[in-house]
C-alpha cells in the first residue's frame, strides 16, 4: 500500500485489515535483536517484507521489550533513517516507532507518514504537536508503567474498561494539540504493563475496543504470553500461536496486525478474510 491508498483506507468504512511488518534495527529486540544493525540488512529485509505481502513497514530504532532502557535521540535516528528511506523509496507506507519527536521528525523527512507511540503521545508533548503540523497519522498505544518496569507487576480492576478509557482519553489529548481525528489509530498494547490473563482478556473483548470509532491496531507476534501459553521459549518458534492470533484479532476487528513473519501472515490474513467475507 503506499501512502495515498493510505489515506483513502483511513476513510473507508469497511477497511480490508493491513499487514504491518516489524523492522527492528535495534541490537536488543526480543525477536529479532540485531539482524538488521547492518543498513544493507535492513534494505534486504524490507525488500524481502514488501515481496511478502507487507502493506506497512513499522522501523523501530529502540526496544520496547521488558526491563529495556531508553535509546537516545541521536542514535535512534542513526539506526532508523537508511531503512526508512529505502522502504519509503519503495512506496510502501512506513512508520516510525518511536516516543520521542525529534526521532519521529526526522523519519517523517525520510519518507515516513505514520508515527506509531508506544506512549501515546505521553513521553514528548512535541510529539503530537509534529504529528498535528504534518498531517501525519499517529497510532496512540496503550501502557501501563514504562518498559523498564512494566511487567513488574501489573494491576487492573477491569482492564478492558482501563485500556478502552485511556485509549479515549488520548484520542482527545491528540486531536486537542491539532491532530486529524481520522488519522488516529488506536491499539491495546498486547504485552506492555500486562499480564498473559490481562492479553487474553483483552484479545477475548476485542470488539469492544475495535469499535471506538478508529481503526484498531494489534500487535501480538511472537511475544511471551504466546510463549507461556504454548510452552514454546524460543520467539522465532511461536508461529503457530502468532497466526491464531492473528486469525482471532481480524475476525474480532482489528484493522492492522503487527507481525514480524510476514509470508505467513499473509496467509493467515487471507484465509481469515475469505472466510469473513471482507477480501
Ligand atoms: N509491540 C512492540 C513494539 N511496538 N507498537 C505497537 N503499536 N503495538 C505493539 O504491540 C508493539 C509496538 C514490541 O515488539 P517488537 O518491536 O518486536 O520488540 P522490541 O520492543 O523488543 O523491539
Request: glycine letters at 8%; proline letters at 7%.
Given at each position: ?159 478492558v474498561?482501563?485500556?478502552r ?40 473483548e476485542l470488539p469492544r475496543l475495535?469499535g ?68
Amino acid at each position: 500500500m503506499n501512502p495515498l491508498e493510505l489515506s483513502s483506507w483511513l476513510h473507508t468504512p469497511r477497511r480490508p485489515p493491513l499487514l504491518m511488518g516489524v523492522l527492528n534495527v535495534t541490537p536488543d529486540s526480543f525477536s529479532d535483536g540485531g539482524r538488521h544493525l547492518d543498513p544493507a540488512d535492513a534494505e534486504r529485509r524490507v525488500e524481502e517484507m514488501i515481496a511478502e505481502g507487507a502493506d506497512w513497514i513499522d522501523v523501530g530504532g529502540e526496544s520496547t521489550r521488558p526491563g529495556s532502557q531508553p535509546v537516545p535521540e541521536d542514535e535512534q535516528r542513526r539506526r532508523v533513517l537508511p531503512a526508512v528511506r529505502a522502504a519509503a523509496s519503495r512506496g510502501v507506507v512506513v512508520s516510525i516507532d518511536t516516543t520521542r519527536a525529534a526521532v519521529a521528525e526526522a523519519a517523517l523527512d525520510a519518507g515516513a507518514v505514520i508515527v506509531n507511540d508506544v506512549s501515546a503521545g505521553r513521553d514528548d508533548p512535541a510529539l503530537l504537536r509534529l504529528v498535528a503540523g504534518r498531517h501525519a497519522a499517529i497510532v496512540l498505544m496503550h501502557m501501563q508503567g514504562t518498559p523498564a518496569t512494566m511487567q513488574q507487576a501489573p494491576t487492573y480492576s477491569d482492564v478492558v474498561r482501563e485500556v478502552r478509557d485511556f485509549l479515549l482519553r488520548r484520542r482527545d489529548v491528540a486531536a486537542s494539540a491539532g491532530v486529524d481525528p481520522s488519522r488516529i489509530l488506536l491499539d491495546p498494547g498486547i504485552g506492555f504493563g500486562k499480564t498473559t490473563e490481562h492479553n487474553l482478556e483483552l484479545l477475548r473483548e476485542l470488539p469492544r475496543l475495535a469499535g471506538l470509532g478508529h481503526p484498531l491496531v494489534v500487535g501480538t507476534s511472537r511475544k511471551r504470553f504466546i510463549g507461556e501459553i504454548t510452552g514454546e521459549p524460543d520467539p522465532s518458534r511461536r508461529l503457530l500461536g502468532t497466526a491464531a492470533t492473528v486469525s482471532w484479532s481480524i475476525a474480532n476487528g482489528a484493522s492492522v496486525v503487527r507481525v514480524h513473519d510476514v509470508q505467513a501472515m499473509r496467509q493467515v490474513l487471507r484465509m481469515t478474510c475469505a472466510m469473513m467475507s471482507r477480501r
